[in-house]
Each structure stands twice: as structure tokens, then as C-alpha cells.
T-cell receptor
């Protein structure tokens, strides 16, 4: 079993749709969680950190469920510019950072 | 600020050749990292550094060496390239172990 698992997609959604991604992790001692966005042939960029209480940034909402060991990302009112690969990142103690393989999203007009 | 830069952007090597990838950051970060990204897999940590003059092995260090002679630079070396090292290499830096990692634009390496 991979330490961090994501549905690779692709998710094909129309503009304005709401889409949700889940990510599961295997290490219950994991300490911090992030969503990164990666455009085609570009570097990953931090989208948002994920806190236990859940957090929201505009159209993006991230949530953490420690009991079930998953994190989620909800995108509301999808835009064409949201098309990208979304990487789930889980960090343990020290420098152990595990990247998921990513979920591809295509938003179509 | 340029952030994190990487050179070269793209390189083709023959099996057995050597090369050095350069990463530079202007954010005065202590921590620097080298990752590789392969299709269908997440980024995997090759080596990292917690400060000038220090280096440590990551998840997939075999076939690579690194050096951090200056705080702003982190070099990744391939002494004898193999086709299995065909990949996209990303450098990153951060202010601390649990802080946000900022990535460079990547180096695409093809080993024939």
C-alpha cells in the first residue's frame, strides 16, 4: 500500500461545477498536510495547508480527518484556470515528506 | 527575487556520462532538497541539506551525489548516468523542516 494515495482521475468537469478530491495516508503519526497544484510541465506550488479544523481560501476548502486518515480538497465554481494536477502532501516528523501521485482535473467550457 | 532557479532546463545524456545539476535560491533558506518526479508516481526525495556544508540521503539516493558548499546553492551530481535516471528533477528550499517548500522550474533529463 502506498503511503499516500490519490485517485489519479482525470476528473472532467464543466465550468461552474463543484469538484472534490480525497487523499488517504497510511501513517497515523503524520503531522502536517498540504495541497499543492502542478500545472503541465511546471513545478508544484503550494495551494493551501490543511488544518484539523478545516480551512477555506476563496473557492477552495480543505479538510482533515485524522480518525479516518484522509484529507480532502473541495473546489467550488470551477474555472478553466483550475485545470491542473493536484498533489496531496503529507509530512511526518523531520524531513519525511510524502507526495501523492496527483489527481488531474480538466475544467471545460 | 528569482526564488529557486535550476540549470540546465533540459539535458540529454548517454549512458555512463556524468553531469551536475545546479540549484540556486535567493530566499536565504537553510533547507534545500532534490526530488525526482516520474510518471504515475509522486515526487521522491533524493537528497536534502539542512544547512551549508551538510547533506543527507533521502528516499532514493543511489546513483546521485550532492554538495552544499554555499548556502544558496545545492548541486546534484550523476557520476555515471543510467536510463533509469531519466526523469524530471526538482529542487526545493524551505525555511524549516515543516515550512512550505518552494520549488524550482525543474530539469528534464533524458538518458539514452
Amino acid at each position: 500500500r502506498k503511503e499516500v494515495e490519490q485517485d489519479p482521475g482525470p476528473f472532467n468537469v464543466p465550468e461552474g461545477a463543484t469538484v472534490a478530491f480525497n487523499c488517504t495516508y497510511s501513517n497515523s503519526a503524520s503531522q502536517s498536510f498540504f495541497w499543492y497544484r502542478q500545472d503541465c510541465r511546471k513545478e508544484p506550488k503550494l495551494l493551501m495547508s490543511v488544518y484539523s479544523s478545516g480551512n477555506e481560501d476563496g473557492r477552495f476548502t480543505a479538510q482533515l480527518n485524522r480518525a479516518s486518515q484522509y484529507i480532502s480538497l473541495l473546489i467550488r465554481d470551477s474555472k478553466l484556470s483550475d485545470s491542473a494536477t493536484y498533489l496531496c502532501v503529507v509530512r511526518g516528523g523531520g524531513f519525511k515528506t510524502i507526495f501523492g501521485a496527483g489527481t488531474r482535473l480538466f475544467v471545460k467550457a | 527575487n528569482a526564488g529557486v532557479t535550476q540549470t540546465p532546463k533540459f539535458r540529454v545524456l548517454k549512458t555512463g556520462q556524468s553531469m551536475t545539476l545546479l540549484c540556486a535560491q535567493d530566499m536565504n533558506h537553510e533547507y534545500m532538497y532534490w526530488y525526482r518526479q516520474d510518471p504515475g508516481m509522486g515526487l521522491r526525495l533524493i537528497h536534502y541539506s539542512v544547512g551549508e556544508g551538510t547533506t543527507a540521503k533521502g528516499e532514493v539516493p543511489d546513483g546521485y551525489n550532492v554538495s552544499r558548499l554555499k548556502k544558496q546553492n545545492f548541486l546534484l551530481g550523476l557520476e555515471s548516468a543510467a536510463p533509469s535516471q531519466t526523469s524530471v528533477y526538482f529542487c526545493a528550499s524551505s525555511d524549516g523542516a515543516q515550512e512550505t517548500q518552494y520549488f524550482g522550474p525543474g530539469t528534464r533529463l533524458l538518458v539514452l
